[in-house]
């Protein structure tokens, strides 16, 4: 008798498991938007350096400030168009002092996951830019993703 | 809603449960009866001579758990059945085909997942009790498994709010395939003369999917969800030749 209660006992083991793993909360979330980083360096130390006391960094055909008077930053981070292939930013040290870069780019809307959405995949193309405060930009990774990684490391001249 | 809706699964699953045990322990009563009668029970031994044949039986075996999935609130449904060869008692080279499906939405993104493909599974169960005479088996295995499918995904238009446009997003016969093994623990008891049932905890872990640049397959079917390994169970009804 102790057998069988012991042998179906066993067989009833699994109801637990699926108990357990039916009552797992999800966590929801909205689409995740992918950013192109650019790490600031100095010229003169080739090392990553905190720059500006006011940059405000805007981009064409929006009306959105991406940046706005940021300072002591090292890197900026900033979103793609969806639906373009290619973006100009503006990045203003002062009301006079500004330089601007285009990127142009392949992109593609990317399933993560379930709870994380769609998230915009890129590859860069080309990167131009103007050298008012900008010594050269050189590409580290032209494939941008949800995660945030140094995509393009922006040289300055900078004075020790 | 969307608590209230995983708490009455809870209750339903809990109540699902229970009257499972008041069955089983029923079950078990009414042979207690039995035995009250001084009827012995039976007891099946098998031929200690039989026992070193090589060939010692088939099992054809369905499993529960995959069609059940749905109906406790699990993203998929999948049926398959089990092919078993008794070698020695110790040894049993297992095939499993089956037929796995998954039609999702996700309730917070909104977003679809749908797929349907054939699997299959190959590998090898051992014994641990192969010296006992009762019908009952303790194993440890593993398995390899495969599948190719297509499956479509679709989400609401993704909104961009800096430059205010807004992207369609529908891929449908996304191409896929994957491989995968898995390591098995489970029982196998007898319930019935030929019938017996039994259950497996598998740990699987992928080995390759094909991926695509709209998106990672979300289920596999014979595998589950993508999340490169994960744990899984199977409860199977057996029967035995």
């Known amino acids: 008798m102790m057998h069988l209660q012991k042998k179906y006992g066993y067989l009833l083991l699994p109801l637990l498991f699926l108990l357990l793993t039916s009552c797992e909360e999800e966590n929801g979330s909205s689409n995740v938007r992918s950013l192109v980083r650019f790490n600031f360096i100095s010229s003169t130390i080739k090392e990553q350096v905190s720059l500006f006391d006011s940059l405000t960094v805007t981009a064409e055909e929006t009306q959105d400030t991406l940046i706005y008077k940021a300072s002591s930053i090292n890197h900026i981070s900033l979103p793609l168009p969806y639906e373009e292939q290619q973006v100009t930013y503006m990045l203003s040290y002062s009301a006079q002092v500004r330089d601007t870069v285009w990127l142009t780019y392949t992109n593609a809307a990317h399933f993560i996951s379930m709870q994380q959405g769609i998230s915009m995949y890129y590859t860069i193309k080309t990167v131009e830019h103007t050298k008012h405060l900008i010594d050269s930009i050189v590409t580290q990774n032209p494939a941008i993703n949800e995660t945030e990684k140094e995509n393009f490391q922006m040289y300055f001249t900078t004075t020790e | ?241």
């Open chain 2, 1 to 241: 809603m969307k608590q209230r809706k995983k708490i009455s699964k809870c209750i339903s699953l809990l109540l699902s449960s229970l009257l499972f045990f008041s069955l089983s322990l029923s079950a078990q009563e009414k042979k207690k009866i039995r035995f009250k009668r001084d009827i012995k029970p039976e007891k099946v031994v098998v031929d200690s001579v039989a026992r070193t044949e090589l060939y010692q039986g088939l099992f054809v075996g369905i499993d529960l758990y995959g069609l059940g999935n749905k109906i406790f609130g699990g993203d998929y449904i999948s049926s398959e059945v089990t092919i078993e060869v008794n070698l020695k008692n110790r040894f049993f080279p297992i095939l499993e085909i089956g037929y796995g499906s998954s039609n999702f939405t996700d309730e917070t993104t909104q977003i679809s997942y749908q797929t349907k493909a054939p699997f299959a599974r190959i590998g090898l169960n051992y014994n641990f009790q192969y010296k006992k005479k009762n019908l009952s088996y303790l194993y440890l295995g593993f398995r390899y498994g495969f599948t190719s499918f297509s499956y479509d995904l679709s989400s609401p238009d993704i909104e961009d709010e800096i430059w205010n446009t807004e992207t369609t997003y529908a891929h449908t016969g996304l191409q896929s395939n994957a491989h995968w093994i898995a390591f098995v623990a489970g029982i196998k008891v007898q319930v019935y003369n030929q019938f017996f049932m039994g259950w497996a905890l598998r740990y699987k872990s992928l080995l390759r999917v094909k991926d695509n640049i709209q998106g990672s397959p979300y289920y596999i079917p014979g595998f589950g969800t993508n999340n490169g390994s994960t744990l899984g169970i199977s409860y199977q009804l057996i029967y035995q030749f």
